[in-house]
Nanobody
Framework: QLQPVESGGGLVQPGGSLTLSCVAS????????IGWFRQAPGKEREGVAC????????TYSDSLKARFSISRDVAKNTVYLQMNSLKPEDTAVYYC??????????????????????WGQGTQVTVSS
């Protein structure tokens, strides 16, 4: 079964850092655009970061790009989300998602959820003292 599998969430103090991992289960990541999304209680899901199929293009939510970084390790079939200077408002369930190659090509990036076909179960990140 094709599914992204997230890990690395947990409790971290404000100002701390955390790295989330997304491993491809049942598929090869370099055939898919990979994105990270998050959803806080009572709020809508929002796009956090995305890396293109080629791995050469990344995009971020404007409010997060100074603190978050997405990367991929093709050999490990894994995409990472490095989160620095965490704030209580970063508390959310973080989801990894994979989208099939489209007509937009291997450098396409998007934070629109409708472009993603497979979703992980999510990993909880809590930022609190």
């Amino acid at each position: 079964q094709l599914q992204p599998v997230e890990s690395g969430g947990g409790l971290v103090q404000p100002g701390g850092s955390l790295t989330l991992s997304c491993v491809a289960s049942g598929f090869t990541m370099d055939d898919y655009i990979i994105g990270w999304f998050r959803q806080a209680p009572g709020k809508e899901r929002e796009g956090v970061a995305c890396v293109s199929i080629s791995g050469s293009v990344r995009t971020y939510s404007d409010s997060l790009k100074a603190r978050f970084s997405i990367s991929r390790d093709v050999a490990k079939n894994t995409v990472y989300l490095q989160m620095n200077s965490l704030k209580p408002e970063d508390t959310a369930v973080y989801y990894c998602a994979a989208g099939r190659r489209t007509k937009y090509g291997d450098t396409h990036v998007t934070l629109e959820a409708r472009h993603y076909d497979y979703w992980g179960q999510g990993t909880q990140v809590t930022v609190s003292s």
